[in-house]
């Protein structure tokens, strides 16, 4: 599987807009950044395929995510893991025209 700890991008249509870091282990996503905390499943699929579901909330006032002053939102992600650097596509559940791309690049071992 993912498990290790990872630095990740958030990318819009508009462009790269902000990171975080994430820790995979246990089927299990948590991470956070400057304003929000990630808490979530992974599920491995056929072949090298995950898919996320994460649930986003604010703990800081000073700041906002990619999509604005939102206080709690869950994302789905998917794609395919190749190696220590990947990208997952995803949206807010939901919500399908809240797109978002996630870079991964593996920091450590878990």
């Known amino acids: 599987?993912?498990?290790?700890l990872?630095?990740?991008?958030f990318g819009t249509p508009q462009g790269n807009v902000g990171g975080g870091v994430v820790v995979f282990r246990n089927g299990k996503a948590q991470g956070g950044?400057?304003?929000y905390f990630?808490?979530?499943v992974v599920r491995a699929g056929v072949g090298d395929h995950v898919e996320a579901d994460v649930l986003?909330?604010?703990?800081q006032e000073a700041?906002?995510?990619v999509f604005g002053n939102i206080p709690e939102f869950r994302l789905q992600l998917k794609g395919q893991v190749a190696g220590p650097r990947f990208v997952l596509?995803?949206?807010i559940v939901g919500n399908p025209a809240a797109r978002i791309t996630v870079q991964f690049s593996k920091l450590a071992d878990a």
Do not use: H
């Open 1 to 4: 599987m993912i498990e290790g």
């Open 6 to 9: 990872y630095s990740v991008i």
């Open 33 to 35: 950044d400057l304003a």
């Open 38 to 40: 990630y808490d979530g």
């Open 56 to 59: 986003i909330r604010k703990y």
């Open 63 to 65: 700041g906002e995510s």
């Open 89 to 91: 596509d995803g949206q």
